[in-house]
């Protein structure tokens, strides 16, 4: 049986289009290897987001390069944004590279091993638009994704995804409904929904198929056997009133939205192209925590934007504490070549200036998620148990609905809802044990 590894770089899209890789590879007769060096297809799923997960899959390609000097019989396939940026020079750049091909054709990849004469094809439709479409071997067997878009139409002047990723498709409501339906019965009990802008979901759609974000929302939430709905990520400029409603008023939907501000300067936003600015981010926001009460908030901020002043960054920081997060992924802005902000402005926010601001606002976000997340302390929160801790087995771990990692002291095992008596926070995770209360509680 010929095998295979597979190394992932990039986000949730990513991570999922590698469930699918394998789901493909393994339908094909592949078997899976622990070891690059024992394996006869070299798999890279990469990332180009920034240049640091360039550099990062570089490393990896030179040792995939070596492999190929003392293998030649092995094969090297490159897939993902990466690969779709470099399409043109990939195969003269690094001619070790049998195989590339981008995010949007990863259902392909059995149709290009078979051109390699590496399998045979059939099993799956080949021109099928979603890697949704394809089997699936997922890591854990109560929690699912789902992939709900492909593509992104904003504008965003710092990003290349619209760029590697193309134009906003949706997947018509029957069909995620169809995956989910399937996933339940196999045991799923929480879903997150994946798009590059979830919540502007539907609006390509036509006829019998158009939709809103909200209704996949409620439709998904109706499957029987689905306790808890997630996605990532909506953009803030398409947060409607239907969509706070449905966390407000669909038990399954979970009291937690990640809402990229990127940054607390109104000046900054609009270079960005963000089409929101500071006042109707925190609009929205004020909106959102009256509609659902205690919903945990979190973001992606970026320093050192082209032209972003000390009073600027400054308005960073204190977005963060006037929103009061309960987590925040941080970035250094990166120049991306054939982005608006890449090829149109000046990188001139000095290397030690944004090394000083991302530390400033590490400590700021971690500083507003103690003391925001210990707002749990001494309440009951209801938690999807994923297996033992970590950090010590002798305790469980699993999330809460507000998606905060929670260690506890108790029984049960993976899948189980349980109660879970909080009694302590720090700035990532929770901890508590096991409450007495035999039914879930739910937030
Ligand atoms: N430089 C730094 N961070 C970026 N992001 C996207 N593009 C860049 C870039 N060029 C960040 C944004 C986005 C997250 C996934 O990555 O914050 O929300
Ligand atoms: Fe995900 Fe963007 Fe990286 Fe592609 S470039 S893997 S969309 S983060």
């Known amino acids: 049986m010929p095998r295979y590894h597979l190394t992932t770089f990039g986000c949730q899209m990513n991570a999922h289009d590698s469930e699918r890789m394998r789901g493909l590879l393994e339908s094909l007769g592949y078997a899976p290897s622990d070891e690059r060096d024992d394996a006869d297809l070299i798999v890279f799923n990469t990332c180009t987001i920034r240049g640091s997960a360039d550099e990062r899959f570089m490393g990896n390609l030179g040792e995939a390069r070596r492999i190929k000097r003392e293998r030649p019989d092995a094969v090297v396939a490159v897939g993902g944004c990466w690969a779709q940026s470099q399409k043109d020079t990939v195969f003269t750049d690094f001619p070790f590279v049998d195989i590339a091909f981008g995010p949007g054709e990863v259902n392909r990849l059995g149709e290009f091993l078979a051109r390699e004469r590496l399998a045979p094809v059939g099993g799956f439709t080949l021109d099928g638009r979603f890697s949704g479409e394809l089997p699936s071997r997922r890591e854990r067997p109560h929690q699912a994704w789902v992939q709900i878009s492909v593509g ?171 929103v009061g997060y309960d987590g925040a992924y941080t970035f250094v802005y990166s120049q991306r070549p054939g982005t608006e902000a890449g090829e149109q402005m000046a990188d001139d926010v000095p290397p030690e200036m944004k090394s000083e601001r991302i530390q400033r606002l590490i400590e700021t976000v971690q ?77």
């Open 152 to 322: 992104c139409n904003s504008v965003c002047s710092y990003c290349i995804v619209p760029a590697v990723r193309g134009r906003e498709r949706s997947r018509a409501l029957a069909d995620v409904v169809a995956e989910v339906t399937a996933q339940a019965a196999d045991g799923v009990m929480e879903v997150t929904l994946l798009g590059q802008n979830v919540n502007s979901y539907g609006r390509d759609l036509t006829g019998e198929d158009r939709a809103s974000f909200a209704e996949l929302l409620a439709a998904v939430s109706g499957v029987e056997g689905i306790e808890r709905v997630r996605y990532m990520s909506p953009h803030p400029k398409d947060i409607r009133a239907d969509v706070i409603e449905a966390h407000r008023d669909i038990a399954e939907v979970c009291e937690h939205i990640h809402l990229p501000a990127q940054s607390g300067s109104s000046r900054v936003l609009k270079a960005m192209r963000r089409t929101y600015d500071r006042d109707r981010y925190l609009a929205l926001v004020e909106r959102i925590r009256e509609g659902v009460p205690g919903i945990a908030l979190t973001t992606d901020i970026i320093v050192g934007f082209p032209g972003e002043t000390d009073a600027e960054f400054e308005e960073s920081l204190s977005l963060v504490t006037e």
């Open 367 to 443: 500083a507003t998620a103690r003391q925001h997340l210990s707002r749990h302390v001494g309440t009951v929160a209801q938690v999807l148990v994923e297996g033992p801790s970590r950090s010590d087995p002798a305790r469980l771990a699993g999330r809460t609905r507000h998606n905060t990692m929670v260690t506890f002291a108790g029984t049960g095992c993976a899948g189980q809802l349980v109660p879970v008596l909080i009694d302590g926070a720090t700035s990532t995770t929770l901890s508590g044990r096991m409450a007495d209360v035999a039914t879930p509680v739910r937030a």
